[in-house]
């Protein structure tokens, strides 16, 4: 299950605010942007429903530091009135260069049909692009009924109509190259909300790079409110990344087969043409694209047509605009399956290009191995968030996609033949500045570049098909970057950007002549300055007051120890209500009712079916708090440890929150053993971490998730919520202390949490002391339960969530892991005993079948009574009611049954 995540603008030029109003988000999702120039994301954790800018600053700093330095470098090298000092904090005012004069007429077309609720979000946003020569035109493609003229003509009069009769987006697009008065044409479809600057950024680099004769540009989503939303972003959605790319080959050669692909070079929602190229490779494949039998890959085919025939194509990233992906889960799986379309583009490329066949063939076999089939192996050897028919929707699409284009070429011939042939474009393109031939081939250009003074465009190169540039400060070299400029000159803007990213931070070295670590330092400094605006460091966030606290403690006929913990739970310093239940797992021996009567607050649950789980479940049935926490019988406890354990609730995607667990004492040699045992005992570290779904799916198909590395249930605590959540649910009463099993039932709801795409925070902060064994046969037997309950863990992965990377653990990395011990001990790199890796081991193969003892006890025991959350339990008159009820109920029969007697 997936859940709301707020999507938002970050400007580092302005001030950082605070976020608030998030209630009902589980994560918020940042664009970051500097001058409007998109940087990368950043993904920031909801703390009470608001994300504080301070929290926000601090990600970004952590994250895009290095982005953000470069684009503050390339603004100043770009900018034709510099600071008079180059340091990131005078750099941090200077935006980036203007675009050259004269600015090219645009044409913006919107190819609709049937969707005047799209179109008229989208329109709004075209008539407030910043741009000042623009000529917007709506292409209606097949329309059912006049509801978009209507909508264009009456409240869009700046906007131009055009009805295209023949049915298909790359029919409606060829009509747009035919209606369209600017020599630039930018495509955008009727689901997108453009930024401001997106025509500004597309035709910048049109109009500073003559031979580029298309460009491409960034699509970020609108919204993540649905589940599909987000799962089509889990998909990579439609991003191509943060960085400028160029794609180029000579005419006539053959392409890289990445390059075939065209998958990552943009899509058909933000790109942009010169008019004048279409005269030169034809328009857009009607065979191809919505609308057709394929489908789509309109656009990848004109991609991949562009720089096949020897033009330049320019993925630019500042080109940005949001894309509002589909909300309905049914409609994502058709636009899946609609992805098979590539299929037909490739088919349609090996019939137009013989010499890119094997090639295709290629690209076909390892895209259907590495995409597809990988991912299906993936899902099926272990749980996904991403549902698995979507994957199989894809494959589907691809096999398809394969058949589609020839039915395709015949219908859009029978079209053309129906309505007849397109008219003649209405505006005459301009001409194609060809390139020319290099004087001698092979022959490099070698130019010095003076960095410390302003740059210019390099024009005198056009003989070359590449530059070596040497680059100086004030005379100093800094070093050389070569470019490929295939005989045209290199814009200013390229050359920035080739500069900073072969010198970087050394222009500011050689600027004040500190080693590149100390100006590092310098600039991160200067960031934190702009950036975290408020000197005083942001308060801890702490969970309100009004948030009631539950800690149950189970226990087994111990009570010395129970007395110990209860007296230093009772002890808290905390200003909510807590509720302490003692859950008594024996209760026919008497001992525990003594200890707990000393502590008159302290609520007493009977639970006599034996097991770790069972007493758990029933304390959580039980407890009233939203959080529950839980710790065991023989742990001892500091006064501020249950604030500092709950304080990370604050935020709506925590669920488990587990805390370190050191050792009391280490008087015993079985006490100093066990804390050698994983390297720590029950200690986790001393540095916090976070898990999450993405740290779940990140373990690779052969390893299993190390859930175990997250803490236990001796120090955690538990959102309620998740108790009634059908994917997580309460403890499992087969595994756990008290069963055949051993142990497991902790880190197997952590194994459901994480699965069902929340995340457990480990806050070694919240720690508590714990009594380990004192005795060899206490530890062995302990040694014994925990390797039978990692076992008995892993098969009930394997069995309820099929996740079958536990087959290659259980029957490699596992035996393993005992055999480098032993020849550790052997060595004397160890001081494991032999003995107890034997205890060990012997407790591996007793798993199985201890598993299966323990799910009969459970079928012969009953299941733990499902908790029903607080604010659904019946209330004391309600109860009484119930009762009162099922007593006339037996009345009734009792007199029935006496009557007829």
Request: aromatic letters at 8%.
């Amino acid at each position: 299950m997936l859940y709301p995540i707020k999507v938002i603008d970050v400007e580092l030029s302005r001030p950082i605010q605070t976020i608030k109003g998030l209630e009902g988000y589980m994560g918020l999702q940042g664009l970051v942007r500097l001058h409007g120039v998109p940087i990368g994301y950043v993904k920031a954790p909801i703390t009470n429903g608001y994300c504080s800018a301070q929290t926000l600053s601090k990600l970004i700093l952590e994250e895009h530091s290095w982005k953000i330095i470069h684009e503050l470098i390339k603004n100043g090298l770009a900018s034709p009135q510099r600071p008079e000092e180059f340091t990131i904090e005078n750099l941090l005012d200077v935006p980036p260069p203007p675009c050259p004069e004269p600015l090219p007429l645009v044409t913006v077309a919107v190819c609709t049909r049937d969707r005047t609720d799209d179109l008229a979000r989208c329109l709004d946003a075209i008539v407030q692009l910043d741009y000042p020569h623009l000529d917007l035109l709506v292409v209606d493609n097949a329309p059912s009924d006049d509801a978009t003229q209507q909508l264009v003509q009456t409240q869009y009069p700046q906007v131009r109509y055009v009805r295209e009769p023949r049915p298909g987006l790359d029919w409606a697009r060829n009509r747009a190259n035919i209606e369209a008065y600017g020599e630039i044409i930018a495509y955008t479809d009727d689901d997108v909300v453009v930024d401001r600057g997106w025509v500004k950024a597309l035709a910048k680099v049109f109009a500073e790079n003559p031979e580029v004769m298309a460009v491409t540009g960034l699509i970020v989503p609108y919204e993540l409110e649905t589940e599909a939303q987000i799962l089509f972003e889990m998909k990579d959605g439609f991003g191509k990344g943060f960085e400028r790319k160029w794609y180029r080959v000579c005419q006539g050669d053959k392409m890289p087969w990445w390059l075939v692909a065209a998958v990552g070079l943009g899509t058909g929602a933000n790109m942009a043409y010169r008019r004048c190229v279409f005269d030169q490779i034809d328009g857009f494949d009607p065979a191809l694209d919505v609308g057709t039998v394929t489908n789509g890959a309109g656009d990848l085919e004109m991609f991949f047509r562009v720089i096949k025939e020897g033009y330049t194509l320019v993925y630019e990233p500042s080109a940005m605009v949001w894309h509002r992906h589909r909300r309905d889960y049914q409609k994502l799986r058709t636009q899946l399956t609609n992805n098979g379309s590539v299929y037909s583009y490739f088919v349609r490329t090996a019939m137009a290009y013989p010499d890119e066949r094997l090639c295709v063939l290629r690209l076909g076999l390892s895209w259907i191995w590495s995409w597809h089939l990988r991912r299906l192996i993936n899902s099926l050897m272990s749980p996904s968030r991403f549902p698995r028919d979507l994957i199989w929707a894809e494959m589907w699409g691809c096999l398809i996609g394969l058949t589609r284009y020839q039915k395709a070429c015949k219908i859009a011939n029978e079209i053309a033949e129906t309505h007849g042939s397109q008219p003649l474009p209405v505006v005459p393109a301009k001409p194609i500045v060809l390139k020319s031939a290099p004087k001698i081939p092979g022959a490099v250009a070698v130019r010095t570049v003076e960095a410390s003074q302003p740059l210019s465009a390099l024009t005198d190169v056009t003989d070359y098909t590449s530059v070596r540039i040497f680059v100086t400060w004030k005379g100093i070299p800094l070093g050389s970057v070569d470019i490929y400029n295939d005989c045209q000159i290199v814009s200013v803007e390229r050359l920035v950007e080739a500069i900073v990213a072969s010198v970087g931070l050394g222009l500011l070295e050689a600027e004040f002549g500190h080693n590149k670590d100390i100006r590092w330092a310098e600039a991160i400094a200067s960031l934190k300055q702009r950036l975290q605006h408020s000197k005083d460091s942001e308060k801890p966030a702490t969970l309100p007051t009004d948030v009631p606290v539950s800690i149950v403690v189970g226990s087994y006929d111990r009570p010395d120890n129970l007395r110990n913990c209860l007296r230093c739970l009772t002890s808290q310093k905390s200003l909510r209500k807590v509720e302490i239940i003692v859950v008594d797992n024996h209760p026919d021996s008497g001992l525990t009712p003594p200890v707990v009567s000393e502590f008159p607050s302290v609520k007493l649950v009977s639970e006599p079916r034996q097991g770790v789980a069972y007493a758990r479940n029933a304390g959580f049935v039980q407890a009233k708090g939203e959080i529950i926490a839980t710790v065991d019988d023989d742990v001892t406890v500091p006064s501020d440890w249950l604030e500092k354990l709950i304080a990370p609730f604050t935020r709506n995607d925590v669920m488990v929150v587990t805390g370190n667990v050191l050792p009391l004492e280490l008087e015993t040699s079985s006490q100093c053993l066990f804390e050698q045992y994983g390297d720590g005992g029950l200690n986790r570290g001393f540095n916090r971490f976070e898990a999450n779904s993405d740290w779940f799916e990140r373990s690779p198909s052969r390893y299993v998730v190390p859930v175990w590395l997250l803490g236990g249930t001796a120090n955690a605590a538990f959102r309620s919520t998740i108790f009634s959540h059908p994917e997580i649910g309460l403890m499992d009463e087969a595994l756990g202390p008290g069963m055949p099993s051993g142990v497991g039932e902790d880190i197997y709801i952590f194994y459901k949490v994480l699965k069902s795409g929340y995340t457990i925070v480990y806050e070694p902060k919240a720690f508590l002391w714990h009594t380990h064994r004192r005795t060899m046969p206490a530890l062995r037997r302990q040694l014994y339960n925990y390797s039978k309950g990692i076992v008995s863990y892993h098969l009930t992965t394997l069995l309820r969530d099929r996740d079958f990377r536990v087959i290659p653990n259980m029957l490699i990395d596992m035996p393993g892991w005992h055999v480098r011990r032993i020849k550790e001990r052997l060595e004397h790199r160890s001081t494991h005993p032999i003995p107890l890796i034997l205890v060990e081991i012997a407790g591996n193969l007793a798993g199985f079948w201890s598993l299966w003892l323990s799910h009969q006890r459970v079928k012969r025991l009953g299941r733990s009574t499902p908790y029903i959350p607080v604010h659904q339990r019946p209330t004391v008159s309600e109860a009484l009611l119930q009762e009162v009820s099922s007593s006339d109920v037996i009345h009734s029969t009792v007199a029935n049954s006496l009557q007829e007697i």
